[in-house]
């Protein structure tokens, strides 16, 4: 027969468990609502009217290289429109492969809301981020090139699923 102390300690055994149930779900609840604020600042931030005036400008640049983008634009230290345009937008897609990279934004996510778009700004300015890592900084754009190739990688895995399961 089980006497009276063993029931307490098993009835007190269970309320802690389901108490450190209860912390882990809040945690873990907590966590998403946290990922989904950190996306929804930066798409509002990408979607303010600002950042669509910057990716408009940077859309319809016309340049064969650094060389010719600096002939035609001015040096990045110049306040040209272009530049600050170009500064928004490199900018922007930097932070994201960065929050990437951290594991504060999950790929799945970015890809349903800027994969397009990133995939469309990064082929339009890599040759001035090449050249201007050649000329200024090893290190311009890293993150926004680690975004887009992780965009990349995830849209083959993506595609080859679909061919296997097709």
């Known amino acids: 027969m089980v006497d009276i102390p063993t029931v307490s300690i ?18 873990r609840h907590q966590t998403k609502l946290r990922q ?3 996306f929804m600042r930066l ?3 990408f979607m303010s009217k600002e950042s669509s ?8 640049l016309e340049y064969r290289d650094y060389n010719d983008f ?7 230290s110049s306040e040209r429109p272009v530049w600050t345009a ?10 994201v492969g960065m929050l990437l990279h951290r594991k504060f934004i999950d790929i799945e996510s970015v890809d349903e809301l800027f994969a397009f ?11 001035l981020i090449e050249g201007m890592r050649k000329q200024l900084n090893p290190q311009v754009a890293r993150w926004f090139e680690y975004l887009y190739n992780e965009l990349k990688k995830r849209e083959r ?6 061919v296997e399961n097709g």
């Open 10 to 27: 098993m009835i007190a055994s269970a309320g802690v468990l389901v108490a450190a149930t209860y912390y882990v779900l809040q945690i």
């Open 117 to 127: 778009r990133v995939a469309l700004f990064w082929e339009k300015l890599k040759p």
């Open 43 to 45: 798409y509002s931030t």
């Open 157 to 162: 895995t993506l595609q080859q699923r679909g």
């Open 36 to 38: 989904m604020d950190l």
């Open 70 to 76: 600096v002939e035609k634009y001015g040096t990045p």
């Open 53 to 60: 005036e910057a990716l408009l400008i940077i859309m319809w």
């Open 86 to 95: 170009y500064m928004m937008v490199t900018n922007f897609f930097n932070e």
